[in-house]
């Protein structure tokens, strides 16, 4: 068994009808004051990512609605395409548009393709330059300073110890200890050969003395 809607009470449709009527000439209305296209004006790249202003082309105000709008992009040999993209709100000002994604190094025919909340179209050539690769911090060959503790360690290693004596002066005699036990000896030993040789003195005189006495 189907089932039909119900049809809307008459006052219910008279007011839908009405409305309607009364939006389209507020939209109408809205569109005559901007003007009914789109100024489209693609002003470069930043970071490879296409940037554009969008603005109404009769008074030059900013878009607030959504624009629905496609980039694509050809390289200048004809090798290379990018896109479609689609535009999405910048951050440099009201009026200002970009890409989520970037363009590669090179030189690019940009054309952007307005179709929402108006018309607008625009195409221009785009460069993009290559981006030279930060310079290392420091460089490889070059030598690390000598520590503290390094140059220290050398200037011990290479400084003359203190006991050491300067060049060209004389050594230092070792000290001599007095030998007391030698010396003693040495003093009875000539003691005793003089006691001997006295005591022969002395025996030699008495023999003489006795021989002369003898008749």
């Known amino acids: 068994m189907t089932t039909r809607p119900r049809p809307l009470p008459f006052p219910a449709a008279l007011?839908?009808?009405?409305?309607?009527?009364?939006?389209?000439?507020?939209?109408?209305?809205?569109?005559?004051?901007?003007?009914?296209?789109?100024?489209?004006?693609?002003?470069?790249?930043?970071?490879?990512?296409?940037?554009?202003?969008?603005?109404?082309?009769?008074?030059?105000?900013?878009?607030?609605?959504?624009?629905?709008?496609?980039?694509?992009?050809?390289?200048?040999?004809?090798?290379?395409?990018a896109g479609p993209w689609r535009l999405v709100r910048g951050t440099g000002g009201a009026a200002t548009w970009t890409t989520a994604e970037t363009l590669p190094p090179g030189t690019w025919t940009v054309t952007v393709d307005a179709g929402f909340p108006s018309l607008g179209h625009a195409q221009q050539e785009v460069a993009v330059p290559v981006v030279d690769p930060a310079p290392p911090t420091s460089s490889s060959g070059a030598s690390p300073a000598p520590s503290p503790s390094g140059a220290s360690a050398t200037a011990t290693a290479s400084a003359p110890p203190a006991s050491a004596a300067p060049t060209g002066a004389p050594a230092a005699s070792p000290a001599t200890t007095p030998a007391s036990d030698g010396d003693d000896a040495g003093w009875w030993t000539t003691a005793g050969v003089a006691g001997i040789a006295l005591a022969g003195a002395a025996?030699?005189?008495?023999?003489?003395?006795?021989?002369?006495?003898?008749?």
Request: charged share 20%; proline share 4%.
């Open 15 to 81: 007011g839908l009808a009405l409305l309607l009527p009364v939006q389209a000439v507020a939209l109408a209305g809205a569109a005559h004051a901007h003007g009914d296209t789109l100024k489209v004006v693609i002003t470069g790249q930043q970071a490879g990512k296409v940037t554009a202003d969008v603005t109404w082309e009769n008074d030059g105000d900013p878009v607030e609605e959504a624009v629905a709008a496609t980039v694509n992009a050809v390289s200048a040999d004809g090798s290379r395409t």
């Open 203 to 215: 025996a030699g005189i008495l023999l003489r003395r006795r021989r002369l006495r003898r008749p």
